[in-house]
Nanobody, 115 residues
Framework: QVQLVESGGDLVQTGGSLRLSCAASGRVASITSMGWYRQVPGEEREMVARIHVSGNTAYGDSMRGRFAISRNKAQNQWWLQMNSLQPEDTAAYFC?????????WGQGTQVTVSS
């Protein structure tokens, strides 16, 4: 089992920045990739950024160049640096961890960008 807890969500003005954190506990050595997703009520969950244990990263199209994912060597913490935030970035942000046998999700942290 892997447990995930997000933090860092807040209300921010257009053009501002936020840094989200995800803290993992449990069988973190089994994690093969970790990431961030976001969801707006009534819509599907959307991939924001992912990072593999190899260090390879992937980003959603609208986030590339504005957001950056990073992790520590122990793989028990990862972060999402979000810059140039826009009102359309408003959503609940969830951290995610993938192991060979399961996918785990945190409870989410709300990001609201005011215009």
């Amino acid at each position: 089992q892997v447990q995930l807890v997000e933090s860092g969500g807040d209300l921010v003005q257009t053009g501002g920045s936020l840094r989200l954190s995800c803290a993992a506990s449990g069988r973190v050595a089994s994690i093969t990739s970790m990431g961030w997703y976001r969801q707006v009520p009534g819509e599907e969950r959307e991939m924001v950024a992912r990072i593999h244990v190899s260090g390879n990263t992937a980003y959603g199209d609208s986030m590339r160049g504005r957001f950056a994912i990073s992790r520590n060597k122990a793989q028990n913490q990862w972060w999402l640096q979000m810059n140039s935030l826009q009102p359309e970035d408003t959503a609940a942000y969830f951290c995610n961890a993938v192991t060979p046998w399961s996918t785990y999700w945190g409870q989410g942290t709300q990001v609201t960008v005011s215009s």
